[in-house]
């Protein structure tokens, strides 16, 4: 069944967006903190991965 929903430009490139950074017509304040929470995220997911890496041997 085709989806024939219709989103603006920007609705849709929001919607697709994988970070709240390219999310247009959002608080900025609201979208600084949302990046700020996926950069220290991020940071603490790829220092996890380091050390299961080196668990491994």
């Given at each position: 069944m085709a989806n024939l929903q219709w989103l603006?430009?920007?609705?849709?490139?929001s919607k697709s967006s994988r970070s709240s950074a390219a999310?247009?017509?959002?608080?900025?304040?609201?979208q600084a903190s949302q990046v700020?929470?996926?950069n220290?995220?991020?940071t603490k997911l790829l220092d996890?991965?380091?050390k299961l890496l080196k668990s491994q041997g």
């Open positions: 603006s430009f920007s609705s849709n490139l999310m247009a017509g959002v608080d900025p304040a609201w700020a929470l996926e220290s995220r991020r996890t991965i380091q």
